[in-house]
């Protein structure tokens, strides 16, 4: 997928947010405003967020999920991650066949 410049800088923003909320896991707060501002500016660049960024935060409370606030379970074809500050799930993966 070819990003414009500004696409590229906002994805590189957007990483360097999530490291930042990475290391302030003992300030739950300030690491909540690094995500809301990564998250912000995917939707100014128009960057979508990568899998492996999708997975580290909670899409309702917007906390950064780490071993100590969240819960994974794995099916044989899903990923569910369970946030344990608000109680929500996201589901990843294929969706079991019916």
Request: with cysteine.
């Amino acid at each position: 997928m070819k990003h414009t410049k500004m696409q590229q800088i906002g994805l590189e923003r957007i990483y360097r947010l999530f490291e930042l909320a990475e290391q302030e896991m003992k300030n739950p707060k300030r690491s909540k405003r690094y995500i809301k501002l990564a998250i912000e500016i995917g939707k100014k660049t128009r960057v979508r967020f990568p899998s492996e960024l999708k997975e580290k935060f909670c899409k309702k409370c917007n906390s950064f999920l780490n071993k100590t606030n969240s819960e994974t379970k794995k099916t044989e074809t899903m990923k569910i991650i369970k946030c344990k500050d608000c109680g929500f799930e996201r589901k990843t993966g294929l969706k079991p066949k019916q």
